[in-house]
């Protein structure tokens, strides 16, 4: 790319940041902009830069400036009436590139932070013991036996009982144990949906319903996503009159890798919208139990009278990554998800069943939880500080509203496979950010995942991040407070 296409490159960054911030409506009408000043130490670009993509945003009615005051956002009706959207899905191709990563964080040569995986030092693992203990001694319990589909009663009532507090009635009956969070979403979608159907997406999204829509022959339709408040409702809707939606694909509840939580207000309204256009919806709740009780929100099934929501969990984020038990409330799919489980020979290990139904019955899933979310806490602070000091110029971090991924942006100038290649070099494995998109394309982002106790190798690891940004971004070294902290996202 020659110095023209750079310099093109930069103030259309910064022009499109500023749209974001307006269309989003985290900029309200009549809001003063950040000065040219700010939006040059943001971006870490040059005020002519800026200057040039603030020019084009009052020549569209986007801005208004005011002489030696500064530039404000232009009241409705100001601008031209938008065109419509061009609702065109995409193709998926990702699968290779997730596979390279996991691939590579597997490399015991490196430390890598790009794997969700919560470590064992953080696992309750002598309070399972325990509960393995405590089964080995009862004759009657057949740790060996084969659970068939729907799984253990025992823990499907106690699963039922969790349920409760993420606002959804169900039984047992309506619960189905799955091998795991992803094989619970990849049901799901095949149960809902045919080869070819469209699957509307936050973007950026997990990289594991990328993969479960490009191996099911699907495509995706990437929807505008705030970091603040999810995907965009106003957007679905036009798609949604459009009939370009299939099927809704959501993760809203520490959204990964973004880790916003979406308003109840836009739960309730996103449900309405899809129960009224017939789309089914696939929810991904995966962190739940991460969230500080004060700000746990309603699941979405919970606004769901239909039964066309489908609820997707497990317990690896928070108890045992290895034991492999999820589950879904499936509503009216559970016949068709059944009968695919029975057909794929789906039976969960009858072992980890058992253990996890006493863990829960001993009444020790809470207790842990609240210790696990104290510590992820401090290493959100941790994350926060590091990001805020030693990180370049233009840098951008929302602190998640709970959990343990961090999505971090750095400026858009940074060369990101010279970081990665530097990070590398310094024994710090870092993925690229395009497993996040549905076309695949990379971005400047990096995805930190800290499921771990804070060792003094991690914090080399953020040390040499914090290098290889400044020189994948021209920079030499770090120098203090120097990087953008948003606010924490709704708590």
Request: net charge positive; charged share 15%.
């Amino acid at each position: 790319m020659d110095r023209i296409e750079k310099q093109q490159k930069r103030w259309r960054t910064v022009k499109d940041w500023i749209v974001r911030q307006i269309d989003s409506h985290e900029w309200q009408p009549g809001a003063r902009l950040p000065s040219v000043r700010e939006l040059t130490r943001l971006f870490g670009t040059s005020i002519t830069t800026v200057q040039r993509a603030l020019a084009e945003l009052e020549a569209s009615a986007y801005v208004l400036a005011t002489p030696r005051v500064g530039y404000f956002v232009a009241a409705p009706g100001t601008a031209a009436s938008p065109a419509p959207h061009d609702f065109s899905s995409v193709t998926v191709n990702v699968n290779q590139a997730v596979v390279a990563m996991l691939a590579q964080a597997a490399n015991p040569a490196t430390l890598s932070l790009s794997s969700a995986v919560l470590h064992d030092e953080l696992t309750p693992q002598v309070l399972l013991n325990k509960c393995l203990a405590a089964l080995a001694a009862q004759a009657q319990v057949s740790l060996a036996g084969l659970v068939p589909p729907p799984g253990l009663p025992a823990l499907r009532r106690r699963i039922a009982g969790l349920m409760l507090a993420r606002g959804v009635a169900c039984g047992p009956d309506d619960i189905l144990i799955t091998s795991g969070d992803t094989i619970a979403l990849e049901l799901a979608l095949e149960a809902v949906a045919p080869k070819g159907a469209t699957v509307a997406i936050e973007t950026p999204t997990y990289y594991g319903i990328l993969q479960t829509i490009e191996r099911l022959g699907m495509r995706a339709l990437p929807l505008r996503t705030h970091l603040a408040t999810g995907i965009d409702i106003d957007h679905l809707q036009e798609a949604l009159a459009q009939k370009k939606v299939d099927v809704i694909f959501l993760n809203p509840t520490l959204q990964n890798p973004c880790g916003f939580i979406m308003p109840e207000g836009h739960r309730a309204r996103l449900s309405v919208l899809a129960c009224e256009a017939g789309v089914p919806i696939i929810e991904d709740d995966i962190f739940f139990d991460l969230v500080p009780e004060q700000a746990r929100p309603r699941a979405l099934k919970s606004y769901d009278s239909s039964g066309q929501t489908i609820y997707c969990a497990s317990f690896s984020k928070t108890i045992a990554p290895g034991y492999r038990v999820g589950w879904c409330v499936a509503g009216r799919y559970r016949a068709a998800i059944l009968a695919q489980m029975f057909a794929r020979n789906l039976a969960v290990s009858s072992l980890a069943q058992h253990v996890l139904d006493a863990f829960i019955g001993r009444g020790y899933l809470a207790p842990h939880c609240a210790r696990l979310r104290t510590h992820l806490a401090s290493l959100g602070e941790y994350v926060a500080g590091v990001v805020s000091t030693r990180f370049p110029p233009g840098t951008l971090y929302q602190p998640p509203a709970g959990g343990f991924i961090h999505w971090v942006r750095l400026p858009a100038h940074t060369d990101m496979a010279l970081l990665r290649r530097l990070a590398g070099e310094g024994g710090c494995h870092v993925a690229g950010s395009g497993i996040f998109s549905a076309d695949g394309a990379d971005s400047t982002a990096i995805r930190l995942c800290l499921g771990r106790t804070l060792s003094p190798q991690v914090a080399r690891c953020f040390e040499v991040l914090a290098r290889c940004a400044w020189q994948a971004g021209g920079g030499l070294q770090p120098q203090a407070g120097c990087a953008v902290a948003l606010p924490a996202l709704r708590k």
